[in-house]
């Protein structure tokens, strides 16, 4: 055990752990964890007789589907007396839910979140209101933010075929060909299982496929009737709130 009142510095640690593997009886498991000194100020943003680390805002980007958490320090300025939180309001709205825990009364806090993983796309805002017992500073406001974006992104977000040549007896449908890129976001572990359009002229198939990205190259399977056509493109996904993600389509043929 290491006097934490008379150490600064780093402290490492291993022990032995015994396991029921055959192959690997034990291993050795080594721990660290620095030190500071009591009179060492903590790093915030100060806010009357608090400092909150590291500040009193904090932020997330996520696939829809998913959940995020945090935690903010809330510490009392070591100069001063004990000032205590006492209350702890969430604020309008269900995008975060919040816990107050207390490390030592009056001087130390930790303020845990975490967002619904039901929440739509969209851009989420919660100011959480904690009270304290200092006559001048009774309230103190973390501000929580959570953008939600689509599990796939599709580039681009439309396709159009202008002006296609179906008159002329030399038209070279491949050339006409364009592409969407299919994206997993980032952590979903998603799969496209099929890609599909409701005009029947037109086909699509994968072109090459690159870690989360898939290739897709949407061309003619014979010629389009002459006329404005408007339909859209679907790729179903394995994604867990969301199974087809569509883009519009339009075919200007003369």
């Given at each position: ?32 964890l620095v ?6 100020t903590p ?25 995020g958490s ?185």
């Open positions: 055990m290491v006097n934490t009142a008379s150490f600064s510095g780093p402290v490492t640690k291993s022990a032995e752990v015994t396991t029921n593997d055959p192959v690997k009886g034990s291993f050795f498991l080594q721990m660290s030190i500071n000194t009591a009179n060492e790093k915030g943003l100060q806010m009357g007789p608090f400092i909150v680390g590291p500040s009193n805002t904090w932020s997330g980007r996520l696939p829809q589907g998913l959940s945090g935690i903010i320090s809330i510490t009392t300025n070591n100069s001063g007396k004990p000032v205590r939180l006492t209350k702890l309001n969430p604020g309008e709205g269900n995008a975060f839910k919040a816990s107050l825990d207390t490390l030592e009364e009056g001087k130390r806090y930790t303020l845990n979140f975490n967002s619904s993983n039901d929440l739509e796309i969209g851009n989420y805002r919660q100011v959480v209101k904690l009270t304290t017992d200092d006559p001048q500073y009774p309230e103190l406001s973390i501000n929580l933010e959570m953008i939600i974006i689509s599990p796939v992104l599709l580039n681009p977000t439309s396709l159009n075929f202008e002006n296609v040549p179906v008159s002329s007896p030399d038209l070279n449908l491949q050339s006409l060909s364009r592409f969407v890129w299919v994206r997993q976001a980032k952590g979903m572990g998603i799969e496209v299982k099929s890609a599909s359009s409701d005009l029947p002229f037109i086909k699509v198939k994968i072109e090459s496929r690159d870690g989360a990205t898939v290739l897709y190259r949407v061309s003619f399977s014979e010629k389009p009737p002459k006329g404005i056509h408007n339909g859209k493109l679907s790729f179903e996904v394995t994604s867990p709130v969301n199974k087809v993600f569509e883009i519009p389509v339009s075919v200007n043929a003369q």
